[in-house]
């Protein structure tokens, strides 16, 4: 029996990967299958930056790009990451954009 919460269109779930050079986000609506809004810090190329500054990044502009489509509310699927480090931070500045998770 599968437990796990699903994202709409109006309450989509984030969903993060995290690899040892950058971090994804993605917007998804499980009842559709579809990804809704993704952004990377591949698409962000200073190498005089750390990867917590590349967090901050990625939150703000995800958070803008939810807003702009009408999204104020989402639930974050952590999978199998801690809520520390980048992850965390990622997380404060989606909030800090104006969305409510």
Do not use: C, W
Not at 29 to 40: E, G, H, L, P, W
Not at 60 to 77: E, H, P, S
């Amino acid at each position: 029996m599968n437990n796990k919460k699903k994202g709409t269109s109006l309450f989509p779930r984030i969903s993060i990967f995290r690899s040892n050079k950058y971090i994804y986000v993605q917007i998804i609506d499980d009842i559709k299958r579809n990804t809704i809004i993704s952004y990377s810090s591949l698409k962000i190329r200073n190498k005089k930056i750390t990867k917590i500054e590349y967090s901050k990044i990625v939150g703000k502009k995800i958070a803008k790009k939810m807003l702009k489509i009408n999204i104020k509310k989402a639930f974050f699927d952590r999978n199998k990451y801690k809520y520390h480090g980048r992850i965390k931070i990622l997380i404060e500045n989606i909030r800090k954009g104006g969305i409510e998770i």
